[in-house]
Nanobody
């Protein structure tokens, strides 16, 4: 069973940057696609970004394209989310998760993810 732990969240001013990390333990994630989701107060959890097991394909929700970059280091069993040009509307708890699905469309689907981290808070002030 894999365990996921997110880190790197915090308080940042609008326009700033943060890099989130998702460290996996207990089992390698090298052969699995990974995703980042977020949940803002009073809203449902939504897809943010995903990356295939090899890192060759990525996908983003429209609101973060050109600002966020997902990457992975399989040697470290870790996935990252580099967030630049942050906006107040990016404020949310960010979760990483693992899925056995690998299609671009499938990686957007929350129910396809089997294991989730506990989340890390990102707060962007205006």
């Amino acid at each position: 069973q894999v365990q996921l732990v997110e880190s790197g969240g915090g308080l940042v001013q609008a326009g700033g940057s943060l890099r989130l990390s998702c460290a996996a333990s207990g089992r390698t994630i090298n052969f699995y696609a990974m995703g980042w989701f977020r949940q803002a107060p009073g809203k449902e959890r939504e897809f943010v970004a995903a990356i295939t097991w090899s890192g060759s394909n990525t996908d983003y929700t429209d609101s973060v394209k050109d600002r966020f970059t997902i990457s992975r280091d399989n040697a470290k069993n870790t996935v990252y989310l580099q967030m630049n040009s942050l906006k107040p509307e990016d404020t949310a708890v960010y979760y990483c998760a693992v899925t056995s699905r690998s299609g671009i469309g499938a990686m957007k689907v929350e129910s396809y993810y089997s294991t989730w981290g506990q989340g890390t808070q990102v707060t962007v002030s205006s």
